[in-house]
Structure formats: C-alpha cells, structure tokens
C-alpha cells in the first residue's frame, strides 16, 4: 500500500468523490486558486473548474447557509472551514438549520453536507485559533462528527461523510496533515459509527481520538517498556458513539483513561466516562480518569502551550495511577 | 414509665460489651441495683446492674451478642404499659439485631461454635471500600471483604486484593509427592481421612483477644510480633543424626526439626492458626512452609502434613522441593498454602536470629546452629549439643505462654527423639 499523508488521503477522497458523483461540489476560503490554506484541495480547480471548486468571501455564516440551501435541493456540498475556530460563526447555521431541518420538515429534506476543517491547537496559534471544539458538534442531535486519527481512516471516513445523507462535522486534526500512513489507491470507505482498535494491550485501556491517538501511542511505548500493557482504542466517530469496543476492552482491562485535547469540562471524555460507568460499572476497578487539555484560553507563549496540552507524560502518570501504581 | 436499658460503659476503655447471660428473663421483676445479665467486656465479665424498678418487659439483644456501648439492650416497665414506642425501630435495632450473618467461606464448611452471630464490628466501625470489580469479584468468589486489607487508595480494597486472598485460600491439591513406600500407607490413609474433613475450625475472637487485636496492630502493623527463644539440648538428635549419616542415609538435622515441629504443632493448634480478621483460623492439618534462600530472595515450599510422614519422606521431600525451587520450577500449589514455616540458617553458622512471619501464618520458627558449648551440670562443666529456636508468633492470635508452651513441647520431642516415634 501507498505511504501518503493525511493530507493527501483527504485530496484522495475529495477528488474521487467529485469524481464519481457530480452533484459532490467543495466551497470553502481558498480551495480553489489557494488549493486550501493546508493544501487539502491541491489540483481540484485544475481538474473540476470554478463551478465544482468555489473559492468564497470571508463569510463563514453566508457560505454555510447556502451549502445548506444546496442539500436541501439535491447536491453534495463539502464546506471547508480554514479552521474550525471559523465555525463559530457558522454555528447557527449548522445547529439551527443543517442540524435540524431533517426533523423540523418532517423528513422531507435530507442535508447532505459535509463540514470540515482543522481542529485543535497546532503550534502557537494562541487562544482564538487553537480551540477543540468537537464536544460542541457532538453534543447536538442530527449531526454526525467524525475525528480520524491516520490518512488510512481520514480517506475511508470523509467518502463515508459525503455519501451520507445527514450533516456530517468532518475534525481534521491540524498537526496531522504532514503525518504518513498506508492508504490504498482504490475506493474504500470506512462506515461512520465504528470504533476501532488502534493497539491492543491487557492492563488498561485509552481512548483517545484525532491528534491524541499518537499521545497514547508514544505513552504506550513508554510504558511497555515497563511491563505495562496499553489497549488504545480510537472511537473515530464522536457521534454515533461506537462504545462497544470500549466496554470490551474495559472489561477486559479493568481500568480507563480518556485522552481528550478539548477542555476537561463537560467535554466528551466526561461522557464517554459517563457511558463506561453506566454498561460495566462493576468491571471497574479504579474510577475512569480523564487526562485533557488544561481549562483555561490556549496560551500564546510555547511552553505554556505544551503544558495546556495532554502529553504522553501525562497519559503515563494518569495510568499509573489507574493501575494503582504510585 | 419505662424506660430503655442501653449498654453501659463498664470500663474505660470498653467500646462494646458481650451479653453472656441475661439473668432476668422478660417478665421478671428488678430492683434498681440487682444484676440484669452478665456482661464481658474487653477488660473482664461483670454483673450489669438496673438502675430503674419494674418489670423486664423486652430483651432487644440476645445472648451472646456484642453490643456497642450506648445501645439498647432491653426495656424495663410496669407490667402493662405501651412500650412499643420503646423498642428499636429496624434501622435503629440494625447493628443490635441483624447482625449481618457473615457467609460462610465456599471452602469451608467447619461449624461455628458461635450461636447467634455477633455483629461485625468491622462492619460497624468502618466504611468498607472496595472498587466496583472488587465488590463483584467478592460477590462471585464468597471472599469476605471484611477480612481483606485493601491496598488502593485509603484503603480500597481492589482487584488484586481479592486475587491475592484467593490465592491463599485456594484449596490445596494434596500434594502429589514421590513414590509411596508401603509404610507411608497408614499416614496417607490419615490424610485422606482427614481430607474429608473441614480443613479449619473457625474459633470466634473474645472481646479480650479483640482488644489486643487492636491495639497490637496500633503498636506494631500489621502483624505484631513477638519473639521467644529456648536453648535445645540436640545431643540425642546429634547422635541420630551421626548413626543415621553412617547409615549413608541422608536424613538432616532440619528434617528432624520439621518433623519436630510437626508433632509439636498438632498439640498446639494455637499456634498452627492464621488471624482472619474477626476471627482466628485454626488449621486441622500441618502444612510446613519450609524457607529456601534463593540468589535474589526467598521462597517457602511446603511439606504438606508434615506432622503425618515418616522422617526418611520428609527428608526426600524436603529435599527435592529445595531443589526444584532453587532451579525455579515449583508450581504455585508447592509454595502456598503452608500454616506454618521454619527458617533454619544453622548451616550458615547463624546461631540465634528472629524470623519475620509469612502471612496469613501466625508464626515461623527461626532455627538456629547446633554448636558444642561448654554447659553446667551438677557443678561440674562439660559439653553438650545445644541449638537455640526463636519462635516468632503473632500476638492477635496467641500469647507468650502459648508460645511458650508449643516450645516446650518442640524442646521435648527434640531432646527425646523416641517420643517422635
């Protein structure tokens, strides 16, 4: 299989859509001539012209509605958000209209649109352009918010996201677009709504998604190498919540900690920890820990930055201290 | 006007106190200052006296009971008054009446001596933490979490709490042994026999034996030791030993103390016990944990029935389970579940030490050199055989006469071999 980026299985996936289905059309600030301020959208006005590939105005909320107004009357849109700190003001469109209109008309329209961008902090954005927001989207009914963590899943989830017939928020993580997977050359699909397995391990399990999958990797290493055995599990899809294999794994381990890089409070972790506690109360046997990004504005200053952030040094302390370690 | 008769607080340091014997019965009558029941407490038993006139019209708390100081053990009255306002309501008669029946261990099915169960303290006295895992894993293996120590966080007791005390009470296969010589036939038919049998007897804790539960555990945690030495004279087992070794057999002078130890443990079954808590597990059978040094440790094989073989299998026994641990290939069943353990550094000159016990055991014997000393006899000076043996016994389940006393027994078989026989 190929090795490519991230950011070249989403290109994949974008460009064998709009292929395939001529009603898929991409909009966003700097697709087209730009090829995407993470050059997500390389060549695609080049091979799909002005019409497919819109470069629009700095309107978040204007071209939001009208990616709206185009589902509802038949077409495919995909609306780039050049982050999704940008969302914000798209927000009353994707909430009160793309979230909703399938319910409020009686099934009589189905939004097909995809929402995607970078999340996250990258490095030195400061507080208004490193923002997780993901438990924002998940927490309302009649989206679909999907977060891959590798290109392999990255192409096989957004071809998923366009064919589906509901709004779907589509989580880029912002550091990962350079980051290298295989990815096959044909058409595959990965279905929304299903967890999977990223490492298996016996003494603890992690959950974690996006960026922070690769967190618990580098705290799994370190911890194998004291005789520590880590399953990680990456839900993939933030709702529908696949929490299945969760469980397995919680029964099988006994013990959890939830990576999240959003804030700790009432974010998603807090309801995944919810959810454990709920279907394997008795399988536990420490309570569920959380390790997140810091509760305060995403500091400007680098060190401070990386302490915002969970750290595989941090993963490691939190499953010692599941495990009973310290 | 009735009123209720609660616990008295009997001595200063009384928390709780046993009803023995209630020496009213419900409608007899009392004068203030006769004796109501008798009651042990942690310091002696004593007649609890009235303080009121009337009629015994309910005992709310049976013979035999503990009950915590303060609470309600009866209601006197005039002989036809209303007392129900009196009585304890459920919740309030809970730790009086419902003494929580405690489950009777899956492994053991030995009778208790106790009639009506008294309350827990334990159960009483502290909140009990245990994970969620924990608390099922209890639920599906019949461990009591009441006898466990937890080791998370303030005490929670946790998944490998519980597997740790299923790895001391598994049940013991018998152990599988060597080729059985004729001769050992009578033993082992003992054995099966007593494989039958319950393999502990469960001996309910005095409100004194409680008490020094407690307090010994404040001194010294969590076992509290004490330690008592005797100076054996081992001329006759020298002597046995030097006839025995001509006769190319390989019996020790170790294998002599096992066995020694054995015999001495069947007569004193206080000190073959391990401390359970509430309670104190007294052994039917003699498994003798006997200490190996390894390059980087210790590890005790057990002589399973050790009290039951003749001297030349545990001599085989003894030393096939030090080989096979210092080559590491004992299974876990040979290293566990032994009910009491010698540790014996005579062959490395040691010549007195104390040994620190192995739990759940209550006590180890830590075995000394046998060395040729000069001694007194009749004012004149010769020289003897001698070895010292410190036992080491855990204070919440017996006392220095017990202690004492196991080691005369030890002394005599020693210095007599034939008794052994």
């Known amino acids: ?326 | 006007m009735a009123s209720r008769v609660v616990m008295p607080k009997l001595s200063d340091t009384m928390e709780e106190g046993r009803i023995l014997r209630w020496i009213k019965k419900e409608g007899d009558p009392v004068e203030t200052g006769q004796a109501l029941a008798e009651v042990e407490t942690d310091k002696a038993t004593v007649e609890m006296e009235a303080y009121t006139n009337g009629i015994v019209r309910k005992i709310v708390a049976a013979e035999g009971q503990f009950v915590k100081v303060g609470q309600q053990i009866a209601v006197i009255g005039t002989a036809d008054e209303d007392i129900s306002a009196l009585l304890p309501g459920p919740a309030a008669a809970a730790p009086v009446e419902s003494a929580p029946a405690r489950p009777a261990p899956v492994a053991d099915a030995a009778p208790r001596q106790v009639q009506a169960a008294p309350a827990e303290p334990m159960a009483a006295g502290r909140h009990l933490k245990a994970s969620p895992l924990a608390l099922r894993m209890a639920a599906e293996s019949g461990v009591d979490l009441k006898s466990l120590r937890g080791t998370g966080p303030q005490g929670r007791i946790i998944k490998r709490d519980i597997e740790a005390a299923l790895a001391t009470d598994a049940p013991q296969a018998p152990s599988a042994g060597s080729a059985v010589a004729p001769q050992r036939s009578r033993a082992l038919a003992m054995v099966a026999a007593r494989d039958a049998a319950p393999e502990s007897q469960e001996i309910e804790l005095s409100p004194v034996r409680r008490t020094i539960a407690k307090r010994l555990v404040q001194s010294k945690g969590p076992i509290p030791h004490f330690y008592l030495t005797i100076d054996v004279a081992m001329d006759r087992v020298w002597d046995a030993y030097k006839a025995l070794r001509d006769q190319k057999s390989s019996i020790s002078i170790n294998d002599i103390v096992i066995k020694a130890t054995a015999l001495a443990l069947r007569q004193h079954p206080d000190i073959n016990a391990s401390f359970a808590g509430d309670h104190v597990k007294q052994f039917a059978r003699v498994h003798i944990g006997m200490a190996v040094a390894l390059d980087d440790g210790l590890i005790t094989p057990v002589l399973r029935d050790a009290d039951l073989k003749p001297l030349e299998e545990i001599s085989e026994e003894a030393r096939t389970l030090a080989e096979r641990a210092r080559a590491r290939t004992l299974q876990p069943s040979e290293y566990s579940g032994a009910t009491f353990s010698i540790s014996n550094l005579g062959m490395m000159g040691i010549e007195q030490f104390s040994a620190i016990i192995n739990p759940p055991e209550a006590a180890i014997l830590a075995v000394g050199a046998v060395r040729q000393v000069p001694i007194a006899v009749d004012g004149q000076v010769t020289v003897g055989y001698r070895m010292k043996a410190t036992l080491s016994v855990d204070h919440r389940v017996a006392d220095g006469a017990s202690g004492a006393r196991f080691l005369q027994t030890l002394k005599r078989f020693l210095e007599h071999p034939l008794l052994m026989a």
């Open chain 1, 1 to 326: 299989m190929p090795l490519i980026s991230y950011r070249d299985a989403l290109n994949q996936a974008l460009r064998e859509e709009l292929r395939r289905d001529p009603n898929v059309f991409l909009m966003g600030e700097e697709v087209g001539v730009y090829q995407g301020a993470y050059k997500v959208s390389k060549g695609l006005l080049q091979e799909f012209g002005e019409r497919r590939i819109i470069d629009t105005p700095i309107t978040e909320e204007g071209f939001t509605g009208v990616g709206i107004g185009a589902a509802m009357v038949g077409l495919r849109p995909v609306i780039e958000m050049m982050t999704w700190n940008f969302s914000l003001l798209a927000m009353d469109q994707i909430i009160n209209g793309a979230a909703k209109m399938r319910y409020m008309s009686g099934g009589q329209f189905k939004i097909p649109i995809v929402v995607r961008g970078p999340g996250g902090a990258a490095h030195q954005l400061a507080a208004q352009h490193s923002q997780s927001i993901e438990s924002w989207y998940a927490h309302v009914p009649g989206l679909k918010v999907v977060a891959p963590s590798t290109p392999y899943d990255a192409k096989g989830l957004l071809k998923s996201a366009i064919r589906d017939d509901d709004p779907v928020i589509f989580f880029e993580g912002e550091t990962l677009y350079g980051s290298k997977g295989e990815v096959p050359a044909e058409d595959y699909t990965i279905p929304i709504g299903v967890a999977d397995i990223k490492r298996e391990g016996t003494d603890v399990t992690l959950v974690a998604w996006s960026k922070m999958v690769s967190v618990a990797m580098k705290a799994a290493e370190t911890l194998a190498a004291e005789g520590i055995s880590c399953e990680i599990v990456d839900p993939r899809s933030l709702r529908p919540f696949d929490d299945a294999p969760i469980l397995a794994s919680v029964r099988k381990t006994n013990r959890c900690v939830i990576v999240e890089e959003g804030w700790p409070y009432v974010g998603l972790g807090a309801q995944i920890a919810y959810q454990i506690q709920q279907a394997a109360f008795s399988d536990l046997d420490a309570p569920v820990t959380r390790v997140t990004g810091a509760d305060v504005p995403m500091p400007y200053a680098k060190n401070l930055e990386h302490m915002a952030m969970p750290s595989p040094t941090r993963v490691v302390a939190a499953v010692r201290e599941v495990l009973y370690l310290d």
